[in-house]
């Protein structure tokens, strides 16, 4: 496993994390200026979260998830070090020491060797 050393405080955003199934109808939004791989992502229930836009099979309005997703994000804090287990859109999808799981922006991280990575 790859590890990474938290070197900007992550804060997950108050709404409520949504997850999206393959196959699933949505409605797809403005693209974010901070994150312009991303998409404001509509579900069919009406919640709504950002999601990376090459998981859908068109680039605007109504289309449909070519894979699972979930948009939940890890609260982190600096020095933290946490596992590593993929990468999508600039961000990491990560564990902490107690096991919780979510994204983290890559910018906010600092790539340890696996050797450098204490277990997290």
């Known amino acids: 496993m790859r590890h990474a050393r938290v070197v900007v405080s992550h804060t997950a955003p108050a709404r409520s994390p949504i997850r999206l199934a393959r196959g699933d109808a949505v409605h797809l939004g403005h693209r974010d200026t901070d994150w312009p791989e991303f998409v404001w992502t509509t579900l069919a229930e009406g919640h709504e979260g950002w999601v990376p836009a090459k998981l859908f099979d068109r680039e605007q309005g109504p289309a449909t998830a070519l894979d699972d ?28 020491a107690l096991g919780h799981q979510g994204w983290i922006p890559a910018r906010s991280l600092e790539l340890l060797d696996d050797d450098d990575g204490e277990d997290a």
């Open 69 to 96: 997703y979930d948009t939940r994000e890890l609260e982190t804090r600096a020095d933290e070090v946490v596992t590593l287990q993929y990468e999508l859109a600039g961000w990491w999808w990560a564990r902490n």
